[in-house]
């Protein structure tokens, strides 16, 4: 599949980088012990650290590390083992300390790859480094006509950045990177990937050339905050740089915000002066020294990576591999399919996880976390049906009533009636009992209207309100009929 | 390495400070001659020698993951000279 | 009432163990001594009523039978240390208003040991300065005048700790703490005839203290004495969990260190110290010194510290490059001083340009400029190497002695207002303290003689890291022989 754009002077390639920002999963911030819980009060999640009070030092979180080193670990990347931390120096309203604690030269995390499924194929992504710092606060431009208000509760908070390679050539592919990156930082329990609530954001740099040339001058995309703004934006930036060029224009490195109203991304104010971060070690902390037991340590602690576990749900259970990419997509998916496998046919598992409960969550609004519906209720009901308690038919309604009420299957089906009659005897004395009644019919069946038998079945399904056995139904009444 | 008018200019921007013309005017000499004077470091031989950023000769100490500072909104407000509720306030940033 | 000032620490430790005096009487009197000195301008947040209370309720514990190190003992602090609902301004117009709702390690370890809080301490702005005449609250005098000169002559304190040591030089606190970072605590003791000592980096918690050069910075006491001072230090240090760069370590007894004894220790004499134009009378000082510890019995040995010289140039990009970023959040944002403006660079410009002094912005600036792109590499990475040698030299030295002394500063105290217009002649001030401090040693100025003019002189005596121990017998040794008796005419 070709990725590349045609302009009106022939055919471009679009390459893309990622920067993304995780915000590390942890009770409390980087370097001070304030709560990093999302949506509290302003300024109330809020060290004198945080705040850049006076004489405050830094005092670093061992989560925040062990959760960089699993990140890398599950990238394959390489554990440095020692990394520095810098200051970066700039003026905002909303960085108390005037610099943002990070890792410049010398980051915690070194080179890594992520593998990513294209349509037509696999790509490997090119992962150059993470390094860990601290998030800013927030500032609110439209609640006071004359100021900007501060809210510090970021501040402070956990961020990986995670920096890959200029290695995509799309937006498609770029989002393909991010979904696969926030599905392992899931797995790893690194990052909840949640985007909308920030902890996952994106930076993109995106540039043109000719295909196969030199690389061209690139622009960087802030701030992105949903996969399909990634997207998005990309293409768009990636037209509107061919166009300059075609034009015989040339494209200015400078920082761009995507306009997700209008779908185009526009040039941010430069302030070319403000640029120079006077990057340093921070005096108030040393270098960060790993040991090779505590990397062993986590790296014995990892998760079955999403990749590793797809396939081993298409060998192990026999499932369709797009089947298992979606059950890979969140570990509580996957872990959700493997507790309604156990013991059942896994495929059957899988199509009733996939079709039915996502179906009927996704029509609620509700994430699988959610769900009023748990693996062993949901075991249950497909048992019911694997021992022929109930019929495939009542399945999919006593489904439906489990989905509002979140009751048992077997509470439902005796509720209403719905066991399944299965017992060759009583039925044979049913089918006896109709044939009896429509003699005539069974004259005309047995003349050649062999049709007729869907009148025989409906006749005993009706004496049995639908919970006969529509086989055994169908064995006895052939049977008889034929005697 | 001397600095000219503008550099200082430059320098004081990116530190924030706002310098009249003839505070300016005398930085720009002061700074020349600190600057002057510290490039007799220029006499020493340091290309085998590794930077030495800290002292102490300890590692790096951390601390374990629990929430222990911050629920005190007032303590970190307190001392603002402007404030709208629970929020610092500033000029409105222009952007 | 003078008999009572006339109390070192550990003098009136013990009228206050023998009931001979309370803290509340001992507190009043340095209350009355501070209200009569107000002239030298070393308090500049005195708290008599906070210091009254504090003695009532030790006067209170030692009834109880509970005593602290410092129990009782009336101290002033260094207005760099934050202290919980009084105002601290680091001398800075910039912290106009400011007031901690937090108490500094340091602070909260002396009232942990029963120590009683007189006020607040003059200094220069941001412990930049080596005069205390960078201060928004005016300058600090030094209570000590030059022979002959009439009332109106008034010397500099020595800086920046130019308050702490002229407060503790003019009776009006029995100690005080410091801050040190390239001879903050160690010149202005020279300068005031008085104890001054600069423990290693990492023995005292920088937490709560407003940082200038974060590599650098480390509290310490002004003391009368070396025995005061080893008492103070041992309730001050002590490793600090929310200081990363806080030494975890237990804390020596220093006082058991001062044996009076240096006999078999090897005294290193470097020869680099010897600077030209240095005044003769430093130089005899500095021999002086030599003799009274060899006739003590130590051996003294001459060793050389190559790199000495450019001690004071690095230091001048170090500690400049960690202040323009350490202060980089007095923004006006979020506590201090904020001036108008339409947008918040607009803010920052006024705030920080009517905020800050001309020697913060000074540094501020150089701190910046060498900081910036395409200078990095030429000067603070260079600046760090030379560190490096520094250090190196001290290492290699301290393989063949015990200590090192030197004098403590280049000249005795110099009038308010001299070498105001000339930066570097002010930083030379420091050319003896600078090398210890990038290596993070401990050092000590003891008072050891007087000039021409009848000012205090100090020498200094350095140790290995984390030898205070060593550096308190050496100089209890010295203050013995040098036998330094002189007090100044200024103050209580």
């Given at each position: 599949m070709s990725t590349l754009v045609s302009g009106s002077t022939g055919d471009w390639e679009v390459v893309v980088g990622l920067e993304v920002h995780a915000q590390v999963r942890s009770e409390s911030k980087l370097f001070s012990g304030a709560s990093t819980r999302f949506g509290a009060e302003p300024n109330s999640q809020v060290s004198l650290v945080d705040a850049g009070m006076p004489g405050m030092l830094p005092v670093i979180n061992r989560e925040c590390v062990r959760q960089a080193v699993r990140t890398g670990l599950g990238l394959g990347a390489k554990i440095n083992r020692v990394s520095v931390f810098d200051r970066k120096n700039y003026f905002y309203p909303d960085l108390p300390q005037g610099y943002q604690i990070s890792q410049y030269t010398r980051p915690i995390v070194g080179e890594g790859s992520l593998r990513i499924t294209m349509p037509d194929g696999e790509r490997v992504v090119g992962i150059e480094r993470i390094h860990l710092e601290q998030d800013a606060g927030k500032s609110m431009h439209d609640q006071d006509p004359s100021r900007s208000l501060i809210d510090l509760n970021r501040s402070g908070v956990a961020l990986m950045e995670i920096v890959s390679r200029p290695d995509l050539r799309s937006g498609a592919e770029a989002a393909a990177c991010l979904r696969t990156l926030r599905t392992l930082l899931r797995f790893l329990g690194t990052c909840d990937g949640n985007m909308q609530e920030g902890s996952l954001r994106c930076d993109a740099n995106v540039s043109v050339r000719r295909p196969g040339g030199e690389l061209g001058t690139r622009c960087e995309i802030k701030n992105l905050n949903s996969i399909r703004f990634l997207q998005q934006a990309i293409e768009y930036e990636a037209i509107r740089q061919v166009e300059v060029l075609e034009d015989g224009g040339k494209i200015i490195q400078e920082t761009r915000l995507f306009d997700a109203d209008r779908g185009e991304t526009r040039s941010m104010r430069s302030k070319e002066d403000a640029h120079d971060y006077r990057y340093f070690p921070d005096p108030d902390l040393l270098p960060l020294e790993l040991s090779e037991d505590f990397i062993a340590g986590i790296a014995a602690s990892l998760p079955e990576l999403p990749e590793t576990r797809r396939n081993r749900f298409v060998s192990q259970y026999g499932i369709g591999e797009a089947e298992a990419d979606f059950l890979v997509t969140e570990p509580e998916i996957a872990d959700f399919f493997e507790a309604l496998a156990d013991g059942r046919d896994p495929k059957l598992a899988a199509n009733w996880l996939t079709t039915e409960l996502f179906g009927a969550l996704n029509r609620a609004g509700l994430p699988l976390s959610k769900s009023p519906v748990d693996a062993g209720t949901l075991g249950g009901l497909i048992d019911l049906v694997a021992d022929g308690t109930i019929s495939g038919r009542s399945a999919k309604d006593v489904f439906s009533e489990m989905f509002e009420t979140g009751q048992a299957a077997e509470t439902i089906v005796d509720a209403r009636g719905l066991r399944q009659l299965s017992d060759g005897a009583a039925i044979a004395a049913l089918v006896d009992a109709v044939l009896a009644e429509h003699g005539d019919k069974v004259a005309e069946y047995r003349s050649g209207k062999v049709k007729l038998l869907g009148f025989f079945v409906g006749q005993v399904m009706k004496q049995t309100r639908g919970t006969a056995n529509p086989q055994l139904v169908n064995e006895i009444l052939r049977e008889r009929l034929a005697g | 390495m001397s600095l000219d008018r503008e550099t200082v200019r430059q320098t004081a921007l990116l530190a924030r400070i706002r310098l009249d013309e003839d505070r300016l005017e005398r930085m720009v000499g002061e700074l020349n001659g600190i600057l002057a004077w510290i490039d007799q470091l220029n006499e020493v031989d340091t290309s085998s020698v590794a930077p030495l950023a800290s002292v102490t000769g300890h590692a790096l100490p951390t601390r374990a993951d629990s929430v222990t500072d911050g629920n005190d909104a007032e303590a970190v407000l307190t001392n603002a000279p402007d404030r709208v509720g629970g929020y610092f306030a500033v000029p409105k940033v222009v952007e | 009432?003078?008999?009572?000032?006339?109390?070192?620490?550990?003098?009136?430790?013990?009228?206050?163990?023998?009931?001979?005096?309370?803290?509340?009487?001992?507190?009043?009197?340095?209350?009355?001594?501070?209200?009569?000195?107000?002239?030298?301008?070393?308090?500049?947040?005195?708290?008599?009523?906070?210091?009254?209370?504090?003695?009532?309720?030790?006067?209170?514990?030692?009834?109880?039978?509970?005593?602290?190190?410092?129990?009782?003992?009336?101290?002033?602090?260094?207005?760099?240390?934050?202290?919980?609902?009084?105002?601290?301004?680091?001398?800075?117009?910039?912290?106009?208003?400011?007031?901690?709702?937090?108490?500094?390690?340091?602070?909260?370890?002396?009232?942990?040991?029963?120590?009683?809080?007189?006020?607040?301490?003059?200094?220069?702005?941001?412990?930049?300065?080596?005069?205390?005449?960078?201060?928004?609250?005016?300058?600090?005098?030094?209570?000590?005048?030059?022979?002959?000169?009439?009332?109106?002559?008034?010397?500099?304190?020595?800086?920046?700790?130019?308050?702490?040591?002229?407060?503790?030089?003019?009776?009006?606190?029995?100690?005080?703490?410091?801050?040190?970072?390239?001879?903050?605590?160690?010149?202005?003791?020279?300068?005031?005839?008085?104890?001054?000592?600069?423990?290693?980096?990492?023995?005292?918690?920088?937490?709560?203290?407003?940082?200038?050069?974060?590599?650098?910075?480390?509290?310490?006491?002004?003391?009368?004495?070396?025995?005061?001072?080893?008492?103070?230090?041992?309730?001050?240090?002590?490793?600090?969990?929310?200081?990363?760069?806080?030494?975890?370590?237990?804390?020596?007894?220093?006082?058991?260190?001062?044996?009076?004894?240096?006999?078999?220790?090897?005294?290193?004499?470097?020869?680099?110290?010897?600077?030209?134009?240095?005044?003769?009378?430093?130089?005899?000082?500095?021999?002086?010194?030599?003799?009274?510890?060899?006739?003590?019995?130590?051996?003294?040995?001459?060793?050389?510290?190559?790199?000495?010289?450019?001690?004071?140039?690095?230091?001048?990009?170090?500690?400049?490059?960690?202040?323009?970023?350490n202060l980089a959040r007095y923004d006006g944002v979020r506590y201090g001083l904020r001036a108008g403006g339409d947008e918040p660079d607009d803010m920052y410009e006024n705030t920080r340009g009517q905020g800050f002094g001309e020697e913060v912005v000074r540094r501020v600036l150089i701190g910046t400029y060498v900081l910036s792109q395409g200078y990095y590499d030429a000067y603070y990475l260079k600046a760090q190497r030379v560190r490096a040698l520094i250090r190196n030299d001290f290492d290699e030295a301290f393989g063949g002695v015990d200590a090192i002394l030197t004098p403590t500063a280049p000249s005795d105290a110099f009038a308010i207002g001299e070498h105001e217009d000339d930066p570097i002649r002010m930083y030379l001030n420091d050319v003896f303290t600078v090398p210890s401090s990038l290596a993070g040693l401990p050092a000590i100025s003891v008072p050891a003689g007087l000039s021409v003019r009848g000012l205090p002189l100090g020498l200094q005596l350095i140790g290995r890291m984390f030898d205070e121990e060593t550096v308190f017998r050496v100089a209890g040794v010295l203050e013995q022989a040098a036998g330094f008796a002189h007090r100044p005419s200024g103050g209580a």
């Open positions: - | - | 009432m003078s008999d009572l000032l006339d109390l070192d620490i550990a003098g009136a430790s013990e009228a206050l163990d023998a009931r001979r005096v309370s803290s509340v009487e001992l507190t009043a009197a340095y209350l009355d001594a501070m209200e009569a000195a107000a002239g030298l301008n070393c308090f500049v947040t005195p708290t008599p009523e906070r210091a009254l209370e504090m003695a009532e309720a030790s006067d209170r514990r030692r009834a109880r039978g509970e005593s602290g190190a410092l129990e009782g003992i009336p101290v002033g602090i260094k207005d760099l240390f934050c202290t919980c609902s009084i105002p601290t301004s680091a001398a800075s117009r910039i912290l106009a208003g400011f007031v901690p709702t937090y108490e500094s390690t340091v602070t909260a370890n002396l009232w942990r040991n029963g120590a009683v809080l007189l006020g607040k301490l003059n200094m220069d702005e941001f412990a930049m300065g080596s005069a205390n005449v960078n201060s928004c609250h005016g300058p600090v005098e030094n209570p000590w005048h030059r022979t002959g000169d009439g009332a109106g002559d008034r010397l500099v304190p020595g800086g920046s700790s130019g308050g702490s040591a002229a407060a503790v030089a003019a009776r009006i606190a029995l100690g005080a703490t410091g801050t040190d970072t390239g001879g903050s605590i160690r010149q202005p003791g020279s300068f005031c005839g008085i104890v001054g000592m600069k423990p290693s980096y990492g023995r005292c918690s920088r937490w709560g203290i407003i940082a200038f050069a974060s590599s650098l910075d480390q509290a310490g006491p002004l003391t009368r004495t070396v025995r005061d001072s080893a008492m103070m230090l041992g309730a001050m240090a002590g490793h600090d969990p929310g200081d990363s760069t806080s030494a975890d370590i237990p804390v020596p007894d220093f006082e058991a260190a001062l044996t009076g004894d240096v006999r078999g220790l090897r005294i290193g004499v470097p020869r680099e110290y010897r600077v030209d134009g240095m005044p003769d009378e430093i130089e005899e000082l500095w021999t002086r010194g030599r003799d009274l510890l060899a006739q003590a019995g130590a051996e003294l040995v001459e060793i050389s510290l190559p790199h000495t010289r450019y001690a004071l140039p690095a230091y001048y990009i170090i500690a400049p490059a960690e202040a323009s970023s």
